[in-house]
């Protein structure tokens, strides 16, 4: 089964945030993580795995949240978060 996250408030999509910390941005990236980490969490700690397609995006949900943020709902989604590729690899 899919589950396709929606934000918890207001219509913007979802975002990493990578795109504000490459600008040097980091307080506005962190309002795009908040804003994830919120719809994420409850996946998450059920292990859900969240798989994305950009790769970038995936590695900023490993790398990049977990030095922002040191939660564990953060530490949750940077374990389960997942390339499609490594997600085909592990259910094969």
Known sequence: RVHLPKALSG???LCCGRTFLSAGLVD???VELDRLV???AP???RG???VG???SCLLTLRDELAS???DDDAKAIS???LTFEEFLVREA
Request: proline fraction near 12%; avoid cysteine; hydrophobic fraction near 55%.
């Open 48 to 50: 859900v795995p969240i």
């Open 43 to 45: 996946f998450a700690a």
């Open 11 to 13: 219509s913007r999509p």
């Open 38 to 40: 919120a719809a994420f």
């Open 68 to 70: 922002l943020r040191k």
């Open 53 to 55: 397609l950009e790769p």
């Open 79 to 81: 374990a389960h978060a």
């Open 28 to 30: 506005e990236a962190r």
